[in-house]
């Protein structure tokens, strides 16, 4: 048996290489950005007016003059207006280009407007203000955005900017989906008195299509050859296997077998935690990668959280931030292992603060929909003290 | 002009109240749940072995038995077989109902197995262990989810597990966004030297995907005429409205004289906040509410994330969790406007702290792809002070 750590990095030793994809840029979000972007020219690209208002040449107001001739008005996306004189200003409109020959824009509330003068009232005026100058955030050719980068709604605005209405992003790997054992049933389906549906699939599919992942989603039941077939044609087919149930030392615990029969090379079999003790992990030499979760609907979901996701967003080349949290009152956990507990958290002054709500163990599910996420406490010690802190795996967005 | 605070509370006494849809179950992410759910059975609805070995009458153990005949395999999903007797045993798989007659369940790792026969370890075993009791998650007909929850592949997870295939949500409000401006011109145009690219609506139109919605998006050209028709032909439409630029004191700012001639009454104009000061907001009494945001791409940005993001959601009728983050180094900012300051964010060791990336103002929205959200530093001060708490908002997922 291995540690969490260990697993961890056995896991994300073996990623996937995904190929670059275009998508249209307003399916770019959640997307791994897989080239750089670059300013297509100066950014912004000219001396931009930031308010409405006049320009004038700074140097008259500096000798002492405070009424201007309106010469004309510039307004945004037209072309560049000339300032005939000091003695005149022109009217500029936010997002226009400032006039040749003016240096500094002063804004309506601090003029008088009458029978075509503009008089500037007792304020200070200081060079350039109010104007955005060319080339000031990014310079033509610079680049914008480094490959790797999620993209969120701010990239795609970035993206527009310099006209890409297309976007080279990481393909997401093909997913299949596969739960196991006979005592579920379809969602649609009435069990019988000792079955239950089908949620980690549902689960399963919820979180990777919450990433943007489209899964295929399959079952299958306990018997060897069936299990072993479906297995070696699904792992023909993807790139990633996301299994739940079968892996525990059951009599009709028959995935490993059927997963090491497609070729798919056992990396481990159970990690030092709970829950999930039995999570077995192995790679195909040309074929997917296998995550076999165990079947408890609060293992399969810690699974996929602390180890598959984790896995997904690195083989896209992209970071992952940890997080942390405090935890709130002191919590005691025997068994050797490293331990997931469910936790509510808070973020009362600028403190992540995560209060236990362990619910009744890994089949007790119902209590997911009360917590917000996982504190994984380690293994090396019983007694967990209020005020330390610990690894925090949020599966709320 | 009102304060932020203010501008909060106007928007949010003026919410959308949206029908309740049926959505399919693998659909129902990010969805806000519009009835509540109710468990159809007990969870678990059986006595269910929580780990693979054999199922024993406890008193047996207590009386000294250590070794016991294998009566039968009780499978997952299998009807209930009886345990004849206090001197045998049935093995028991994961998920499996308990034996009628058993109580207690002993895993494979504290047995050793042989002739038909099993043989405890000289191990502590405890009445009832790694036995899940009927109902001791949740009682048959009790709620495990409210109205107002957003689902998440948790809650997804329990609804499938009762067998919800379509799921009663909030509906989205149909969304118009509109930009304006002779300045910009289409993602896929060449700008011409005075003219920048449309990207306040691919941000808006992304940021809206993000949470689920699917917007319409236009544009509108510095025509008051068009204007005044497009946005009565708009209004008659949608729910709500959001337009970028055209609302500050500029000679083609023509949004709001064209929002109230559609019917839309002004609420507010002008915020004390930067980016973002010429915020308008309105509502029309049979028609839709609308937020006319500054065109300055920050501008936009932030006021989509600090009015209208919310402003959905607790439409929606969901909690909005607010944040906040400690300053990690101290800045000034002497207006007395509310400022929204980009910033970075850690969490290293449970706290949450920003720092300072404030980049080159409102028009430089190339600084967001280097930020995670905003810090709302209050208007009334010109010194932050590292250390200080202030609510952080967040754009990224």
């Known amino acids: 048996m291995i540690s969490v ?26 997307h791994v950005l897989a080239t750089p972007v670059f300013a297509d020219r100066d950014f912004p690209p000219f001396d931009r007016v930031t308010m409405d208002g006049v320009a004038i040449a700074y140097k008259a107001w500096e000798e002492g003059r405070r009424t201007f001739v309106i010469a004309g008005v510039q307004g945004a996306g037209a072309s560049q207006m000339d300032l005939p004189g000091s003695e005149v200003c022109i009217e500029v409109m936010t997002g226009a280009v400032l006039p040749r020959g003016a240096d500094t824009v002063i804004r309506y509330e601090d003029l008088t407007m009458n029978n075509g003068m503009a008089t500037v009232a007792d304020v200070i005026v200081d060079k350039y203000q109010n104007v955005h100058h060319r080339g000031s955030d990014a310079a033509a050719g610079s680049a914008l955005l480094s490959p790797g980068q999620r993209i969120s709604p701010a990239e795609v605005a970035l993206m527009a900017s310099v006209g890409i209405t297309s976007v080279d992003v990481r393909a997401w790997p093909r997913v299949a989906v596969l739960s196991s054992g006979d005592e579920l049933v379809a969602v649609e389906e009435q069990p019988g008195p000792f079955q239950i549906r089908r949620s980690n699939t549902e689960a399963l599919v919820s979180a990777l299509r919450s990433m943007g992942i489209e899964a295929e989603a399959g079952h299958l039941p ?96 992209t970071e992952v931030k940890s997080q942390a949290a405090v935890l709130a009152e002191d919590f005691k956990f025997a068994p050797a292992l490293t331990y997931f507990l469910q936790v509510r958290v808070s973020g009362d002054g600028g403190v992540m603060k995560a209060w236990p709500a362990a619910g009744g163990g890994s089949g007790d599910f119902a209590n997911l929909a009360s917590v917000d996420g996982f504190l994984e406490l380690p293994s090396d010690r019983e007694v967990f003290r209020a005020g330390e802190v610990f690894p925090f795996l949020a599966f709320r967005p």
């Open 222 to 317: 306990d018997d060897a050859d069936i299990i072993k077939r479906e297995i070696g044609r699904t792992a023909a087919e993807c790139d990633v296997m996301i299994l739940s149930g079968g892996v525990s030392k059951g009599k009709y615990d028959y995935i490993p077998d059927a997963l090491e029969a497609a070729g798919i090379r056992k990396l481990f079999h159970q990690v030092s935690q709970r829950p999930g003790k039995p999570f077995w992990f192995g790679v195909g030499s040309r074929g997917p990668v296998a995550f076999a979760l165990p079947g408890n609907p609060v293992s399969t979901f810690m699974c996929f959280y602390r180890y598959v996701r984790p896995w997904l967003l690195h083989s896209l080349g």
């Open 5 to 30: 750590d260990q697993a961890t990095a056995i896991t994300l030793s073996h990623l996937f290489s995904p190929p670059v994809l275009k998508v249209p840029l307003r399916d770019a979000v959640n």
